[in-house]
Each structure stands twice: as structure tokens, then as C-alpha cells.
């Protein structure tokens, strides 16, 4: 969170504060922070209303949907955010999950938010951020590549007019290619040239450079025009295709597939639906939750690793902090509060958070503001959405989820670390199959090579007058018998016999299974007449080895003064090496044995 801690504060109010990061930057609110607050809350606004269509299209629901997922989220992160910048609502990532999970039923998305926002409320109130460390950046950027392809290819159907196409991505592609020449005219040259504007504000946008106040009024004012124009394209996008659409309407022919009439007014407010009637009955709630399956987890997961790494990454850029279990709090809050007026799963927006930042917001209140000029379009501009292309839409969607592509990701990874190539493949190409299969593979995938790298540790052993073994990381039992085996092989090779040192200055914690293969190890190399000293030791790791009381354990504060012992010890002079031994030892001479 940004600002000072306030000093002298009980503790009962550092957690209300901690809790309800309002309290700390709303005393210190000042009229320069409104007046940048209310232009970033109207240009997020302006982005937001034709994204929450466009959004609702993607989750298969009906385009009010977007818009009622569209406010709550605001408000809420107004009070519990931890992020000034950050921005709540629908995205595509989450769209494209819910079409998967809630079968384009309304009932079931607005229960999967719900359902959702309990799941990430528990997980902030039992302090489990940590879990998201889990899923590796390799898999994150597999599944949002994938991501950006499934949805943009999604919307060629709506640019090219086409009707009944599969959901499924590749019987997507083999319909849509087969049946291209079923294609549009209308709606396939509006599409295009929705795409087409849409690309060349945001190339324009890209080029600005700030102006100087020394510069003319008149290349001020057209700078400020061009970008104001650029960072609201999809609402003129939108609204020129919308003009097209009346305009053709009024002619009494329309070439163009509309979106069709949008209910007017607020969202009820009514608990989100248990049970669902169907003609022949009705499903209950555990149904339900049954034919979800698998959505209960990667839903709110997906939903917490898209805001916290948005959040991150702002907090980075703008030098404020952020507390990932209050984010947690935040969006379970935000999904449950959004179900009791019909919202779908919500997650923050990568897009809207960076136009939120590019406009200078200072606090949260501009969330307050974007929330507010979504209600006044539900409440007054819903008649005229109906004369919304569906081309127009696509067009929207499409250049959102454009950037989403990082094709950069595989070179970088070939060049750092090309093991790290696995997980993102396989993430990538299994969610083109099914979302939750790629993730749960990548995450799996992630899991077995770090658990490699823990049972495989890397282990340097020199030879310099005696044997010198140094693990690379900490020991637990995977890594036991990798040890062993090791150092049996190489001391029993050496010759003549020499002695060996485990060298453990990168051993920071080790368990039981591994001191039992070190106590094996010591009794079977003193069979051989070879003996095994540590040093450097770590406290940790020493409290371990002298609790279990190993036969024959010896440490030494640096390998040389174990280099140094030993070759008194070979030379036959032991008792050399225990005088040595006492006045070096970390401990008192009488607790080694």
C-alpha cells in the first residue's frame, strides 16, 4: 500500500487500516487528487462499456452481462484494494472461462462468481496468497498466449457474419474455414475496418511524444486531441459503427448482424441462484456445483493470478506495495457482492489498469467513478445498444487480446533457460484442447521440475589432497541416496584413500531421511578406513546433525582447517587433529562426538 505507516497506532487500528486501505489514503484525499481521479475514471469508463459488451460475447452471455459485472468490482476495490491503479471487472481471459465452465447459461455465471469469490475470500482469510508462487511464469504466459488465440479466432465468426459455429477451438477452425465462403459482406468489410481504426489509433497513440509548454497552443491541443482519441478508440470505434448500423436501419436494409435489445435499467438485487428450473425440473444446487467441476478451482485461481500480477507489476512501476491476501479479500469480496446483481466472474484488467495508470490516477477513487458511468449507461444508454454491430464488437475484442500474444517469451526462455521451455509448451498447446487441462498439465509440469532440481541438487566435488563435496542447495530426502551415491562412488575410487569433506556453506536446512543416509554414509566409509568431516555448517543445519547424535561426526568452521586435520590425521598424528578439532568447532569440544 502507498503512503507512511502513521506511528503511535494501536493495533487494533493498523489492522481496521490493513483491512480497509481506504482509511489510509482518504484522510490525505486533496482536489488536485480529484480532479486526476475523475479523468482517469471517465477515460477507463469510456473503455470499459463497449469492453463489457464485447466481453459478455466471449463468455456466451447476453451483452447486459458484461455490464453488470462491470460496476461492482469497482466500488469494492475502492475500499480493499491495495493497488491504486488497479481496475476490476470482465476480461477476456475470465470471459473465456466462463463460457467454458458456466455453458452460456447466465444462471450458472452468476453462481460461478459466487462460488468463486468464497473460494478466494477463504484463501485471504487463511493467509494462503502463497500458493500462487506455485504457478511458475512459464505457465502463465503458455496459457494466456494460448489465451489470446483461442478468444481472437473466437471472433471471426462475428467479423465474418458466421452462424453456428462449435465452440470447441479446433472444430472452431475447421467450420469457420470450411464455411468462409458463407461470409457477410456487411459484416466482413465493417470488421475489418473497425480493426483497421482500431490498430491505427493505437500506432498513433504509441508515437506521441509529450509537448513542452514552450510549444504552440495549437500543437498542444492537437497532441491532447489525437491521444484523448486514441486511449478512447473502442467507445468510437464503437459508436461509429452504431451510427453506420442507424444509419442503414433508417434506410429500411440492414447488412450488418446487430447486437439485439439490451434490457434497460439496474440489475436486480437478488442472492445468486442455487437451484435452476428446466422444463422437466429443476437442478439442484449440488448439480450444479457437479457440472461446474473443475471450474471451482482454475476460475478463482485464474482470477487471483491475473490481479496480483497486475497488481505487482504496477506497484513495481509506481513504487507503492501491495498485500496479496488483502488483494485476495478484494476480489472474493468484489465476485460475491457482483453475484447479487447477476455479475459473472470479474478479475482486473490488464488493459483498463494501464490506461488507469497512462491517465495519472492518484487513488482508487477513480474506480468510484468508472463504476458510476457504467450505471448511468445501464440506466440510460441500454436502448441504443441494440443498434451495436456484432463486427464492431469482435473488432474490440480482438485488438484487446492482440497484445496478450508474447511471442518473445520462447526465444527468451531458449536463451535463459531452455528447461524451462516444457511447462510453457505444454500449457500452450493443451489449452487449445480444454483451459483446465493446460493449466493443471503446466502446473504439473512445473511441480515435477522443481522437484527434480530439489532430488538432483547440483554437487561440485574436487580432488585436492582429499575430497571435496559441495551441494549446490539444501538436502531433504529426494536428494539422499543422489548424495550418497556420489560420495561412495568417488572415495572408494580415489587412490590412495583420502579423506572426505562435505562442504555445506549452501546447505541452509536439511531433514531426517538425509541425516540417516549421512549417519550410513559415516559408518560405511569408516569401514573403508576413510573418514568424513563437514564444515561450514549453518546453524540450522548443525543443531540437526549434533541432535541426532551421529557416530563419528566431526565439523570444522572451513574446509581448509578440514584439509588441514586430515592430512595430520593420515600422517598418524590424531591427536593433532582433536586438539585442532576442539579449539575450531562451532560448539564446545565436549558435545562432538
Known amino acids: 500500500m502507498w503512503g507512511p505507516r502513521q506511528p503511535g497506532q494501536r493495533w487494533w487500528q493498523r489492522a481496521v487500516r490493513r483491512r480497509l486501505p481506504v482509511l489510509g489514503w482518504l484522510p490525505r484525499y486533496s482536489l488536485s487528487c480529484l480532479r486526476l481521479d475523475l479523468t482517469a475514471g471517465v477515460t477507463v469508463g469510456l473503455t470499459v462499456v463497449p469492453q463489457a459488451l464485447a466481453y459478455a460475447e466471449v463468455a456466451g452471455l447476453p451483452v447486459q452481462y458484461g455490464l453488470y459485472s462491470s460496476f461492482v468490482g469497482c466500488f469494492v476495490y475502492c475500499l480493499l484494494g491495495t493497488a491504486k491503479d488497479v481496475t476490476l471487472g470482465p476480461t477476456a481471459i475470465m470471459s473465456l472461462l466462463v463460457s467454458s465452465y458456466a455453458f452460456h447459461d447466465p444462471a450458472y455465471a452468476v453462481l460461478l462468481a459466487f462460488?468463486?469469490?468464497?473460494?478466494?475470500?477463504?484463501?485471504?482469510?487463511?493467509?494462503?496468497?502463497?500458493?500462487?508462487?506455485?504457478v511458475s511464469c512459464p505457465v502463465i504466459k503458455g496459457f494466456t498466449s494460448a489465451a489470446s488465440i483461442t478468444i481472437g479466432f473466437n471472433q471471426v465468426k462475428n467479423i465474418l457474419g458466421l452462424q453456428g459455429i462449435p465452440r470447441q477451438f479446433f472444430l472452431q477452425v475447421y467450420e469457420t474455414l470450411r464455411r468462409i465462403g458463407e461470409a457477410r459482406a456487411g459484416d466482413a468489410i465493417l470488421g475489418l475496418s473497425c480493426l483497421?481504426?482500431?490498430?491505427?489509433?493505437?500506432?498513433?497513440?504509441?508515437?506521441?511524444?509529450?509537448?513542452?509548454?514552450?510549444?504552440?497552443?495549437?500543437?498542444?491541443?492537437?497532441?491532447?486531441?489525437?491521444?484523448?482519441c486514441a486511449t478512447?478508440?473502442?467507445?468510437?470505434?464503437?459508436?461509429?459503427?452504431?451510427?453506420?448500423?442507424?444509419?442503414?436501419?433508417?434506410?429500411?436494409?440492414?447488412?450488418?448482424?446487430?447486437?439485439?435489445?439490451?434490457p434497460r435499467g439496474l440489475p436486480p438485487f437478488r442472492p445468486p441462484p442455487f437451484s435452476k428450473a428446466v422444463p422437466n425440473g429443476t437442478v439442484p444446487f449440488g448439480r450444479m456445483v457437479q457440472d461446474m467441476?473443475?471450474?471451482?478451482?482454475?476460475?478463482?485461481?485464474?482470477?487471483?493470478?491475473?490481479?496480483?500480477?497486475?497488481?505487482?507489476?504496477?506497484?513495481?512501476?509506481?513504487?507503492?506495495?501491495i498485500d496479496a491476501n488483502q488483494e485476495l479479500l478484494a476480489m472474493g469480496t468484489a465476485n460475491i457482492l457482483g453475484s447479487f446483481f447477476s455479475s459473472y466472474p470479474i478479475t482486473g484488467s490488464f488493459g483498463r489498469t494501464a490506461v488507469n495508470a497512462q491517465t495519472g490516477v492518484c487513488t482508487p477513487m477513480g474506480g468510484l467513478v468508472t463504476g458510476t458511468?457504467?450505471?448511468?449507461?445501464?440506466?440510460?444508454?441500454?436502448?441504443?445498444?441494440?443498434?451495436?454491430?456484432k463486427a464492431a464488437l469482435a473488432a474490440v475484442i480482438i485488438s484487446a487480446v492482440v497484445p496478450m500474444f508474447d511471442a518473445r517469451i520462447f526465444r527468451t526462455l531458449w536463451r535463459v533457460k531452455r528447461l524451462d521451455l516444457i511447462p510453457l509448451c505444454v500449457t500452450f498447446l493443451l489449452c487449445f484442447w480444454e483451459v483446465q487441462y493446460g493449466i493443471m498439465a503446466g502446473v504439473l509440469v512445473s511441480g515435477i521440475l522443481l522437484l527434480y532440481s530439489v532430488a538432483r541438487p547440483p554437487i561440485k566435488v574436487l580432488e585436492q589432497g582429499v575430497l571435496l563435496v559441495q551441494p549446490g542447495s539444501s538436502l531433504h530426502f529426494p536428494a539422499?541416496?543422489?548424495?550418497?551415491?556420489?560420495?561412495?562412488?568417488?572415495?572408494?575410487?580415489?587412490?590412495?584413500?583420502?579423506?572426505?569433506?562435505?562442504?555445506?556453506?549452501?546447505?541452509?536446512?536439511?531433514?531426517?531421511?538425509?541425516?540417516?543416509?549421512?549417519?550410513?554414509?559415516?559408518?560405511?566409509?569408516?569401514?573403508?578406513?576413510?573418514?568424513?568431516?563437514?564444515?561450514?555448517?549453518?546453524?540450522?543445519?548443525?543443531?540437526?546433525?549434533?541432535?541426532?547424535?551421529?557416530?563419528?561426526?566431526?565439523?570444522?568452521?572451513?574446509?581448509?582447517?578440514?584439509?588441514?586435520?586430515?592430512?595430520?590425521?593420515?600422517?598418524?598424528?590424531?591427536?593433532?587433529?582433536?586438539?585442532s578439532t576442539g579449539e575450531s568447532s562451532l560448539l564446545p569440544a565436549g558435545l562432538i562426538q
Open 115 to 134: 462460488l468463486s469469490g468464497c473460494i478466494q475470500l477463504a484463501m485471504g482469510l487463511l493467509h494462503l496468497g502463497f500458493l500462487l508462487d506455485f
Open 196 to 228: 483497421a481504426a482500431l490498430a491505427g489509433l493505437r500506432a498513433m497513440k504509441s508515437r506521441l511524444h509529450p509537448t513542452a509548454s514552450t510549444e504552440p497552443l495549437a500543437a498542444r491541443a492537437s497532441v491532447l486531441l489525437v491521444r484523448s
Open 293 to 321: 467441476g473443475a471450474g471451482l478451482a482454475v476460475v478463482p485461481l485464474v482470477g487471483v493470478l491475473e490481479t496480483v500480477a497486475i497488481a505487482k507489476a504496477f506497484a513495481s512501476q509506481n513504487d507503492y506495495r
Open 480 to 579: 539422499a541416496d543422489h548424495l550418497q551415491d556420489i560420495i561412495r562412488d568417488r572415495a572408494l575410487a580415489a587412490l590412495p584413500p583420502c579423506c572426505v569433506i562435505l562442504d555445506c556453506h549452501h546447505v541452509s536446512s536439511i531433514d531426517y531421511t538425509a541425516v540417516v543416509g549421512l549417519a550410513e554414509l559415516l559408518q560405511e566409509l569408516h569401514k573403508h578406513g576413510i573418514s568424513l568431516v563437514f564444515c561450514s555448517l549453518q546453524d540450522p543445519v548443525l543443531r540437526a546433525l549434533l541432535a541426532a547424535d551421529l557416530e563419528g561426526f566431526r565439523h570444522f568452521p572451513s574446509w581448509e582447517e578440514a584439509a588441514r586435520c586430515s592430512e595430520a590425521e593420515l600422517g598418524g598424528s590424531r591427536a593433532a587433529c582433536i586438539d
Open 373 to 389: 458511468l457504467v450505471l448511468l449507461s445501464l440506466a440510460y444508454l441500454t436502448s441504443l445498444f441494440c443498434y451495436i454491430p
Open 232 to 262: 478512447a478508440r473502442n467507445a468510437l470505434v464503437v459508436l461509429a459503427a452504431g451510427l453506420v448500423a442507424y444509419s442503414f436501419q433508417l434506410s429500411g436494409s440492414q447488412p450488418l448482424t446487430l447486437t439485439g435489445s439490451v
